[in-house]
Every structure is written in structure tokens, then in C-alpha cells.
């Protein structure tokens, strides 16, 4: 028996006058909070003291009494206390050497988001209603949540091109692990391709991305041109916005597809890690999916093959995927970018991205064997514990599958 998996449902919704102006509010005290800690800790750790999530919870009541930040009181608490879980989140993963150093949040690049725990909302008959707030949200429900799903937790946001957005964090026991398969599948992030497989198909970017993306260069060419601190400007920067929004939309949602089917159709996939902590950028290497694109993909693919009771290896990025002989396993010395097709003195030709492909499925099987540098399934039986497993909720976000 298997616990229902946790997805979270995402949807637009419009607020009144009100519920705008409560939710900016709520916003930039979220921002402040999260800042004020990160503050507090930084100076903290000069002094050689770590301070930990229930210190600045002790500290958050602190502020909310003194007279320069009076105004938290006005909002709901929740999203605050949540603001310091996700910043003590934000150290472990950087303790953990997966990202960066924590940054302070600004009003200008930062998503505005807040998050609600239980005890931050209200959920009757299919009606969100949200603390300090009187109505329930309108929501416009372009798709159905499952029959007696619940929220557990919901991110309310509102995006640079102005549109809101609510997530609801439930567990979903419609979803179930699918009949097993024994289909086994290579995935390389291309230089010139999206993705390659190890099958031999190759999945380009979707067709729409380039005459969005020149829509955008034309968007940003007349925002320049607008007078600083002008209406206009304004205007042309919302545009830019929008537009920004939508290739991001499209995007997720090709992702989307692409890690269900793939996961869907294997047992097993087995895809390049990206250490993001020690990575040693290498500026010609710019790939057709953009880092951040890559690690979202990584892990929906996770994420789904944990509903799906599917297995996702990861091998080293460093892994010398393109020089290797996928059929003899000579090392080549080098192998330039711009060489699509090579062939080996074994006598094999091979297109550079299906043989990458084909050398990350063998390497990841072969781990899985020997049971040698593999990151363990998230989900092992209960009892076992895994070294890299990591400590986060899963969270998938489901979007017009
Ligand atoms: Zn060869």
C-alpha cells in the first residue's frame, strides 16, 4: 500500500480590490522578513554563531513588537513563519553544496509569492478563503481537482506580468504506479537539440519559441527606445513581461509533456547530474535548454517517476559522454563542438548527441548494477535510509497534462 503522492495544482484566480492590495501587503512583509533573517544570520556567522530556524522565529516576534516593523502585524502571520522555513530551507540546500550562498530578495526581480499552511486558510465546499481576508478567492478552475482532495498548503503569487496565481499543495490518491515496463532510456541536454534519446529521436525546442522569441527582442528593442520614468515606458515593460511569461509557459508546459511521456514510456531513465554548487561553467557550451531549464526538467522527471514507480539515475556531468565509442569504448581526445559526426577507428560513425546519449544510458545501468555512485530511488521501503535522499517534500506542479 502506497501513500497517496503530493502534487500541487495550479490555477489563475482574480482578486478583488482588496484582496489585491491585502496580498501586496502580505507580499513585501514576506520579502522583509525573509531578508531581515538572512540578515541576521549573515551577521551571525561573521561572529562564528549559526542561527537556526527557531531563532529567527524568535526574532520575527521581536520585530512585529518593535515600532520600525510594526506593519507585520497587519498581515497574516503564516506566510511569515513560512517566509523563515523556506530561508532555512534555502541554507540547508546551500550547506548541502546544491546551490548558491541565499540572496536577499528584491522587490524588482524576486517572485512575489506567499505561502499559507493550514492554519492560514479556510477550505469549504470547494471554496479557498485565505486569512484576514473576508471573501473566498475566485478561482478560475480550468481543470477539476480530484473528488475529496483537500489543500494542505497554497502559494498564492502574482507574476511580472501581473497575473495571480494559486497553487494548491494536496495529496492525490487518484495518481498510481504504472505497470512495469522494461524499457530503459539515455536522455542528453544537446548543444544543438533540446533533448536527444538514446532511442535516436531527437526533440527539438517547441516550434513556437522562435517567433516568440522575436516577438521579444522586438518587445525589448521599443521598451528602450521609451523615455525613462515615461507611461509609455511602463506600458512597453509590461509587454516585455508578458511576453517573457509566455515563453516561460510554454516551456513548462513542453517540459511537461515530454517528462510524462518519457517517463510513462521507461522503467528506468537515465539522465546527466548538474552539481549547480561547484560548476565550472564552460561559456562555449551553451546549451538549447538553459540550465535552469534542465535542473526544472530533472526534476519533474523525478518527481513523476516516484507517482509512476519508475527509477531515475543520475551520472556525473562530467562523465566524457561525447568522447566516448558508444560501441568499443575508445576515448577520444578531443571532440569539438561544431563535430556532429565523427567516426571511430573501431569503424562505428556516430551522430555526436545519440552516442552521448547512448554512453549516459550505459554508464547509469552499469552504476545501477554495481550499485556504485548512484543516487538512490527517493522513495525507498521504509526502514532504509539513503545517503543523498533529500529532505524536501516531493512537489509536482500539474499543468495541462
Ligand atoms: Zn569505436
Given at each position: 500500500?502506497?501513500?497517496?503522492?503530493?502534487?500541487?495544482?495550479?490555477?489563475?484566480?482574480?482578486?478583488?480590490?482588496?484582496?489585491?492590495?491585502?496580498?501586496?501587503?502580505?507580499?513585501?512583509?514576506?520579502?522583509?522578513?525573509?531578508?531581515?533573517?538572512?540578515?541576521?544570520?549573515?551577521?551571525?556567522?561573521?561572529?562564528?554563531?549559526?542561527?537556526?530556524?527557531?531563532?529567527?522565529?524568535?526574532?520575527?516576534?521581536?520585530?512585529?513588537?518593535?515600532?520600525?516593523?510594526?506593519?507585520?502585524?497587519?498581515?497574516?502571520?503564516?506566510?511569515?513563519?513560512?517566509?523563515?522555513?523556506?530561508?532555512?530551507?534555502?541554507?540547508?540546500?546551500?550547506?548541502?553544496?546544491?546551490?548558491?550562498?541565499?540572496?536577499?530578495?528584491?522587490?524588482?526581480?524576486?517572485?512575489?509569492?506567499a505561502?499559507?499552511?493550514?492554519?492560514?486558510?479556510?477550505?469549504?465546499?470547494?471554496?479557498?478563503?485565505?486569512?484576514?481576508m473576508?471573501?473566498?478567492?475566485?478561482?478560475?478552475?480550468?481543470?477539476p481537482?480530484?473528488?475529496?482532495?483537500?489543500?494542505?498548503?497554497?502559494?498564492?503569487?502574482?507574476?511580472?506580468?501581473?497575473?495571480w496565481?494559486?497553487?494548491?499543495?494536496?495529496?492525490?490518491?487518484?495518481?498510481e504506479?504504472?505497470?512495469?515496463?522494461?524499457?530503459?532510456?539515455?536522455?542528453?541536454?544537446?548543444?544543438t537539440?533540446?533533448?536527444?534519446?538514446?532511442?535516436?529521436?531527437?526533440?527539438?525546442?517547441?516550434?513556437?519559441?522562435?517567433r516568440?522569441?522575436?516577438?521579444?527582442a522586438?518587445?525589448?528593442?521599443a521598451?528602450?527606445?521609451?523615455?525613462?520614468?515615461?507611461?509609455?515606458?511602463?506600458?512597453?515593460?509590461?509587454?516585455?513581461?508578458?511576453?517573457?511569461?509566455?515563453?516561460?509557459?510554454?516551456?513548462?508546459?513542453?517540459?511537461?509533456?515530454?517528462?510524462?511521456?518519457?517517463?510513462?514510456?521507461?522503467?528506468t531513465?537515465?539522465i546527466?547530474d548538474?552539481?549547480?554548487?561547484?560548476?565550472?561553467?564552460?561559456?562555449?557550451?551553451?546549451?538549447?535548454?538553459?540550465?535552469?531549464?534542465?535542473?526544472?526538467?530533472?526534476?519533474?522527471?523525478?518527481?513523476?517517476?516516484?507517482?509512476?514507480g519508475?527509477?531515475?539515475?543520475?551520472?556525473?556531468?562530467?562523465?566524457?559522454?561525447?568522447?566516448?565509442?558508444?560501441?568499443?569504448?575508445?576515448?577520444?581526445?578531443?571532440?569539438?563542438?561544431?563535430?556532429?559526426?565523427?567516426?571511430?577507428?573501431?569503424?562505428?560513425?556516430?551522430?555526436?548527441?545519440?552516442?552521448?546519449?547512448n554512453?549516459?544510458?550505459?554508464?547509469?545501468?552499469?552504476?545501477?548494477?554495481?550499485?556504485?555512485?548512484?543516487?538512490?530511488?527517493?522513495?525507498?521501503?521504509?526502514?532504509?535510509?539513503?545517503?543523498?535522499?533529500?529532505?524536501?517534500?516531493?512537489?509536482?506542479?500539474?499543468?495541462?497534462?
Amino acid at each position: 500500500m502506497t501513500t497517496p503522492v503530493k502534487r500541487a495544482f495550479k490555477y489563475r484566480f482574480r482578486p478583488t480590490a482588496a484582496q489585491a492590495a491585502e496580498l501586496e501587503r502580505t507580499f513585501g512583509c514576506v520579502r522583509k522578513v525573509y531578508n531581515l533573517a538572512l540578515d541576521a544570520r549573515a551577521t551571525a556567522w561573521q561572529r562564528g554563531e549559526r542561527v537556526n530556524y527557531n531563532a529567527t522565529s524568535a526574532m520575527l516576534t521581536e520585530w512585529k513588537r518593535s515600532d520600525a516593523f510594526d506593519y507585520l502585524n497587519e498581515v497574516s502571520c503564516v506566510p511569515l513563519q513560512q517566509s523563515l522555513r523556506h530561508l532555512q530551507t534555502a541554507f540547508t540546500s546551500f550547506w548541502d553544496k546544491r546551490t548558491s550562498y541565499p540572496r536577499f530578495k528584491s522587490r524588482k526581480k524576486s517572485r512575489a509569492s506567499a505561502e499559507y499552511t493550514k492554519s492560514g486558510f479556510r477550505w469549504r465546499d470547494g471554496k479557498l478563503t485565505l486569512a484576514k481576508m473576508a471573501a473566498p478567492l475566485d478561482i478560475v478552475w480550468s481543470r477539476p481537482l480530484p473528488d475529496g482532495v483537500e489543500p494542505s498548503t497554497v502559494t498564492v503569487s502574482r507574476d511580472s506580468a501581473g497575473r495571480w496565481f494559486v497553487s494548491l499543495l494536496c495529496k492525490d490518491p487518484t495518481v498510481e504506479p504504472l505497470p512495469k515496463r522494461k524499457t530503459t532510456i539515455g536522455i542528453d541536454a544537446g548543444v544543438t537539440h533540446l533533448l536527444t534519446l538514446s532511442t535516436g529521436e531527437k526533440i527539438t525546442n517547441p516550434r513556437h519559441e522562435l517567433r516568440d522569441r522575436e516577438r521579444l527582442a522586438k518587445a525589448q528593442r521599443a521598451l528602450a527606445r521609451k523615455q525613462k520614468g515615461s507611461a509609455n515606458r511602463a506600458k512597453a515593460r509590461v509587454k516585455v513581461a508578458r511576453i517573457h511569461a509566455r515563453i516561460a509557459d510554454r516551456r513548462h508546459d513542453h517540459l511537461h509533456k515530454l517528462s510524462t511521456r518519457l517517463v510513462r514510456e521507461n522503467q528506468t531513465l537515465v539522465i546527466e547530474d548538474l552539481a549547480v554548487g561547484n560548476m565550472v561553467r564552460n561559456r562555449k557550451l551553451s546549451r538549447a535548454i538553459s540550465d535552469a531549464a534542465w535542473s526544472h526538467f530533472r526534476s519533474m522527471l523525478e518527481y513523476k517517476a516516484d507517482w509512476y514507480g519508475r527509477k531515475v539515475i543520475r551520472v556525473d556531468r562530467w562523465f566524457p559522454s561525447s568522447k566516448l565509442c558508444s560501441t568499443c569504448g575508445a576515448l577520444q581526445d578531443t571532440m569539438p563542438l561544431n563535430m556532429r559526426e565523427w567516426t571511430c577507428a573501431c569503424g562505428a560513425t556516430h551522430d555526436r548527441d545519440i552516442n552521448a546519449a547512448n554512453n549516459i544510458l550505459a554508464a547509469g545501468l552499469a552504476a545501477s548494477v554495481c550499485g556504485d555512485d548512484v543516487r538512490p530511488q527517493r522513495n525507498p521501503p521504509s526502514g532504509q535510509s539513503s545517503v543523498k535522499q533529500k529532505t524536501q517534500p516531493v512537489r509536482g506542479e500539474v499543468l495541462a497534462l
